[in-house]
């Protein structure tokens, strides 16, 4: 079995591609494919049907949060920022360059793909608690994306927004797999940007970019977005019970093995900020299964020896299609569908893993202490 640690940047080029100009830079934004972010649409009117009230407290609470909106001048770019962009920038590899191009563009495309989810929310609901969080989610996450694309546009390649708003593909799901896999998006993110903000912050000679001095702030929006999902969640008992355990499980383990081998694919960017791919995502799945306890009844163990070998499997697989997909004709499509199935098998291994049995707190809310 090919080591994770191991990839090499042929490897890495295969997974990720490269970007040479604006051009390629929209066109991977736009691309989907099973490891990219994805644009999501839902069933309206049962938003709209939505009730907060046996969690009211909290709720008006959180509410009073975003009003207050503490990060209101916080994506704003300071005056040593152009001037470390100028210097750092012409020191990065050619590898390293697609790395964190590769980054960026995938970051960007998940806090959009939450901006135009949202504010769609906002437009075809009437029911004013979730009308008021959807507006404000919505602003975050437009802030979030316009300020990682002036970034982007450092390098020439800012993305249209809107045409990739027109562009993209849309995936419809249920408002249940929205708040599932939205909550656990939100949290994940926290969890990655504290963890390398804790890093650079011990390391700031490692701090190879100025957009990560912004992280701890940032990271914060991702946190109370996770939960405003949370609380909805918990006042519905039945979407954490009966079958939805499934639901949840299955999610889980979606959300992290895409973490995993997407970042795996950037082994590069990770050692320039004294990280180690598999160490990081490991600290950033016990950190969001922390999180997590505050909602969902049970937990993976990523501990376990059996998760760690099915997630390291899929990465395999990962590289094999994508080896087999540049082969082309029929042996490539042979490769392809070997190493899809290879992979469909792992990922029913990991979903079948014993999991742990969480209570669930009286109190909702968390305070993001990590």
């Known amino acids: 079995m090919t080591n994770a640690a191991t990839l090499d940047f042929d490897h890495v080029e295969l997974l990720i591609g490269t970007v040479e100009n604006a051009a390629d830079a929209n066109a991977k934004a736009v691309r989907n494919t099973v490891l990219s972010p994805r644009f999501y649409t839902t069933d309206f009117d049962a938003m709209d049907k939505l009730n907060i009230e046996s969690v009211r407290a909290e709720w008006d609470i959180m509410m009073k949060e975003y009003e207050g909106d503490n990060n209101h001048d916080h994506f704003q770019r300071d005056a040593a920022f152009a001037e470390e962009v100028r210097t750092l920038m012409p020191q990065l590899s050619p590898e390293m360059r697609q790395e964190f191009l590769d980054f960026l563009i995938s970051s960007l495309t998940s806090e959009f793909s939450g901006c135009i989810l949202y504010n769609e929310i906002r437009k075809q609901v009437s029911n004013p608690d979730i009308k008021q969080l959807m507006t404000y989610m919505a602003r975050d996450e437009s802030r979030h994306a316009g300020f990682i694309n002036q970034s982007l546009k450092d390098f020439n390649l800012g993305i249209d927004l809107g045409q990739l708003k027109r562009s993209k593909k849309y995936t419809f799901f249920k408002p249940k797999y929205i708040f599932y896999a939205t909550y656990l998006s939100e949290k994940i993110g926290y969890a990655r940007y504290i963890t390398i903000f804790r890093q650079l912050e011990k390391n700031p000679d490692k701090r190879f970019h100025p957009i990560f001095r912004w992280f701890e702030r940032w990271c914060n929006d991702e946190f109370r977005h996770g939960e405003s999902f949370a609380l909805i969640m918990r006042a519905d008992p039945k979407l954490l019970q009966g ?128």
């Open 243 to 370: 079958v939805n355990r499934w639901w949840i499980r299955f999610f889980i383990l979606a959300v992290y093995a895409t973490m995993y081998v997407r970042d795996h694919m950037r082994p590069l960017l990770h050692e320039a900020m004294g990280l180690h791919s598999t160490e990081y995502d490991y600290e950033v799945f016990r950190i969001t299964s922390e999180i997590c306890r505050q909602v969902f009844p049970i937990e993976v163990d990523s501990d376990d020896p059996r998760f760690r070998a099915c997630m390291e499997r899929l990465l395999v697989c990962a590289v094999a299609q994508a080896r087999a997909k540049e082969r082309g004709g029929l042996l490539g499509l042979w490769g392809q569908a070997t190493a899809v199935l290879s992979a469909g098998l792992t990922f029913a291994r990991l979903f079948f893993l014993p999991v742990k049995e969480n209570t669930l707190p009286a109190q909702v809310r968390m305070v993001p202490a990590w």
